[in-house]
T-cell receptor, first 112, second 110 residues
């Protein structure tokens, strides 16, 4: 089955700096890669996603890049703000979207 | 996300008891999922269902059971066979790969 690894497990940045979270996956059949943000005690919220036919996708301050050859994808947050502080999860799924495989999460702390 | 509800928000179970967690969605999504989340860890798949009256085991199905009699509902039963059930349980539904989560149920074994 698929195996998704996520790094780093914790990330601390100064407000206004950029943050990058990286994930790798093992199954070359995976073709959809969402990112979720989870605030303490809350449900995960989909913040951005990318399909395997696209190399990069941007939505305001967040962007995701995908390298299919290397089987890794990354989340980029620019101009970080304290409200960006949360746990971020990457995930991968295949053509049938039957099962989503999640990374172990990155706790992002943005210091004001 | 408001279209997926879970109840109760908090649940306490005595050892040896079965408990059932409710998950309802009014989004008309075909697929529904149950995940378990332990502190500082990612989401682990318990069961998923692509259509009514059909469901599949996920990675940690032992000690859990589900049913899918209606499209809108996917209840999860935590049985006494689940030795370490204290966790945060998340239900999700999806359409065209986009997965949306309910607010979660925090289960504690006393």
């Amino acid at each position: 089955g698929e195996n998704v690894e996520q790094h780093p497990s914790t990330l601390s940045v100064q407000e206004g700096d950029s943050a990058v979270i990286k994930c790798t996956y093992s199954d070359s059949a995976s073709n959809y890669f969402p990112w979720y943000k989870q605030e303490l005690g809350k449900r995960p919220q989909l913040i951005i996603d990318i399909r395997s036919n696209v190399g990069e996708k941007k939505d305001q301050r967040i962007a995701v890049t995908l390298n299919k050859t290397a089987k890794h994808f990354s989340l980029h947050i620019t101009e970080t703000q304290p409200e960006d502080s949360a746990v971020y999860f990457c995930a991968a799924t295949g053509y049938n979207f039957n099962k989503f495989y999640f990374g172990s999460g990155t706790k992002l702390n943005v210091k004001p | 996300d408001g279209g997926i509800t879970q109840s109760p928000k908090y649940l306490f179970r005595k050892e040896g008891q079965n408990v059932t967690l409710s998950c309802e969605q009014n989004l008309n999504h075909d697929a529904m999922y149950w995940y378990r989340q332990d502190p500082g860890q990612g989401l682990r798949l318990i069961y998923y269902s692509q259509i009514v009256n059909d469901f599949q085991k996920g990675d940690i199905a032992e000690g859990y059971s589900v049913s899918r009699e209606k499209k809108e509902s996917f209840p999860l039963t935590v049985t006494s066979a689940q030795k370490n059930p204290t966790a945060f349980y998340l239900c999700a539904s999806s359409i065209r790969a986009k997965q949306f989560f309910g607010p979660g149920t925090r289960l504690t074994v006393l």
